[in-house]
């Protein structure tokens, strides 16, 4: 087993990798820029190194200067995280030349599923349904960046009329994410789910699906909140097994093995296609690790080791609700524009089932140089209706002061019936934002009465009951601006 691990990351991933390795007994090593030296990944590890100033490019991004530390520090592997270098096929290569462990694919599986066009030929070869091209014809169609996601390099295009200036547009903007201008259409499918599978293969030829994960509520391509299982998957008998199953093929094909995630769309017909793999640890890993009670950084480091899969597919279990929210510092009310600063106070939700995978402190300054996610927080019960109802009062706890957060965000969603009642699409959010735009922020002095108020009237709307009941809420509000 490994002695030392770099971390070529920052963030809550890397304070999430740095846990699980002080579990293992082994020691960690972090990478921090200019702006980063205080952050909490660096007060996590068990060493740092410094690899240059702010901007990404200059050091989350620099491979010579993320293998000279690791070189300075004598580790044995590097873990990416998700995000930076972690799908960079020439990265995984320059570890493995330069002696270290990639905690990852090899990198042609990389190189293979980076590329969209050549990850669903990949895909269509190994059996899994893929999106109809160009070539099935008709509007409306999706533009996509050959070399990207996350949104970067996506159009949806209506009419002929308005193609080739939105591929110029498109190709503009994967250009400037991923130094890669090529795009590619698909047929766009109406109000589907984005629906993705965990898989998990190691050396020795095993590979397993660790069931599905929701990621429909999506801003403009990004996801804002993911749950596990799928609403879609009690409504279909067998569909897990079938998206499963498709999954493992598209990753066979591409001689995949460690951790990765293989995303379709799908209809509430039960019809899915391949939409992309993402050859890495997801955002979203929590609400899987919560309903298997597998830690996958673990096994990721297992399997890079070289251990085989210590469970065969037979031998998964899933159990209960997870879902997850993106916690960022963005202000909803001001169309979600960045709000970085420092956080003047704290408070964060625990008790039974809650999670919180934070990268800040009060006092912390978030930077404007890098993805504003403060941390990430996951629920998990018995039922959905149960983790929906944990969510909501761990939120109730839940406070960010000194910046702005998009937490009174997550409380419109949970709270939304056709959220409640599982009926999703990747459209679902913009569709809500359109019908119910989100309110300018209170005073940041009213900011606890407020908090407590909206507690109350979520609580007298679930259950008219309460209407009546004393509440404390006033007389603790008071009390707070007394302090």
């Known amino acids: 087993m490994f002695q030392k691990i770099l971390i070529a990351n920052r963030g809550e991933i890397a304070v999430r990798i740095c846990r699980t390795l002080r579990?293992?007994?082994?020691?960690?090593?972090?990478?921090?820029?200019?702006?980063?030296?205080?952050?909490?990944?660096?007060?996590?590890?068990?060493?740092?190194?410094?690899?240059?100033?702010?901007?990404?490019?200059?050091?989350?991004l620099n491979f010579e200067r993320v293998l000279d530390a690791a070189r300075r520090h004598a580790v044995d592997a590097i873990h990416p995280g998700y995000g930076f270098l972690s799908e960079n096929a020439r990265f995984a290569q320059a570890c493995?030349?330069?002696?270290?462990?990639?905690?990852?694919?090899?990198?042609?599986?990389?190189?293979?599923?980076?590329?969209?066009?050549?990850?669903r030929?990949?895909?269509?070869?190994?059996?899994a349904p893929i999106v109809p091209g160009a070539e099935a014809g008709g509007f409306p169609v999706m533009l996509k960046a050959v070399a990207g996601g996350g949104g970067k390099g996506m159009r949806r295009v209506d009419r002929e009329e308005d193609l080739a200036?939105?591929?110029?547009?498109?190709?503009?903007?994967?250009l400037r994410a991923f130094g890669d201008g090529r795009i590619y259409t698909e047929k766009l499918i109406e109000n589907a789910r984005h629906i993705e599978i965990q898989i998990l293969g190691d050396r020795h030829g095993n590979m397993v699906h660790l069931g599905e994960r929701e990621c429909s509520v999506q801003r403009r391509h990004q996801k804002v909140i993911e749950e596990s299982p799928s609403p879609l998957m009690g409504r279909i008998p067998g569909l897990r097994e079938r998206m499963g199953e498709a999954?493992?093929?598209?990753?066979?094909?591409?001689?995949?093995?460690?951790?990765?995630?293989?995303?379709f769309l799908a209809d509430n017909a039960g019809n899915f296609y391949f939409l992309e793999m993402n050859t890495r640890l997801q955002v979203e890993h929590p609400v899987t690790e919560l309903v298997t009670g597998l830690d996958l950084v673990r096994l990721q480091i297992e399997i890079a080791a070289g251990a085989k899969l210590p469970f065969t597919q037979d031998e998964v279990q899933l159990r209960g609700a997870a879902i997850e929210c993106?916690?960022?510092?963005?202000?909803?009310?001001?169309?979600?524009?960045?709000?970085?600063g420092k956080i003047d106070r704290l408070a964060e939700?625990?008790?039974?089932?809650?999670?919180?995978?934070?990268?800040?402190?009060?006092?912390?300054?978030?930077?404007?140089?890098?993805?504003?996610?403060?941390?990430?927080?996951?629920v998990w019960h018995d039922t959905r209706e149960h983790a929906i109802e944990r969510m909501l009062r761990a939120l109730g706890e839940y406070y960010i002061a000194g910046i702005e957060s998009n937490l009174q965000l997550f409380r419109t969603i949970l709270n939304e019936r056709r959220f409640r009642a599982g009926d999703l699409h990747t459209g679902y959010l913009d569709t809500l934002l359109?019908?119910?735009?989100?309110?300018?922020?209170?005073?940041?002095?009213?900011?606890?009465?407020?908090?407590?108020?909206?507690?109350?009237?979520?609580?007298?709307?679930?259950?008219?009951?309460?209407?009546?009941?004393?509440?404390?809420?006033?007389?603790?509000?008071?009390?707070?601006?007394?302090?």
């Open 23 to 60: 579990e293992m007994g082994i020691r960690s090593v972090a990478i921090y820029s200019d702006v980063d030296r205080g952050s909490l990944h660096v007060r996590r590890a068990d060493e740092a190194a410094h690899v240059g100033p702010a901007p990404s490019s200059e050091s989350y």
């Open 96 to 119: 493995e030349d330069a002696g270290f462990v990639f905690i990852g694919p090899a990198a042609k599986s990389i190189e293979l599923m980076g590329s969209k066009t050549e990850a």
């Open 121 to 127: 030929r990949v895909a269509n070869e190994g059996g």
């Open 165 to 174: 200036a939105a591929h110029d547009a498109a190709s503009s903007e994967a």
């Open 247 to 263: 999954a493992i093929r598209a990753a066979r094909a591409a001689g995949y093995f460690n951790a990765g995630t293989v995303e």
């Open 326 to 340: 993106r916690v960022y510092a963005e202000d909803p009310a001001n169309n979600f524009f960045p709000s970085p």
């Open 349 to 378: 939700p625990s008790g039974p089932g809650v999670r919180l995978d934070s990268g800040v402190y009060e006092g912390f300054h978030v930077p404007l140089d890098y993805d504003p996610m403060l941390a990430k927080l996951i």
């Open 434 to 483: 359109r019908e119910s735009p989100m309110a300018e922020a209170p005073p940041k002095e009213l900011a606890p009465i407020a908090e407590q108020a909206i507690r109350l009237a979520q609580r007298s709307q679930r259950d008219p009951k309460t209407a009546a009941a004393p509440s404390r809420w006033l007389t603790e509000g008071r009390a707070d601006q007394l302090r």
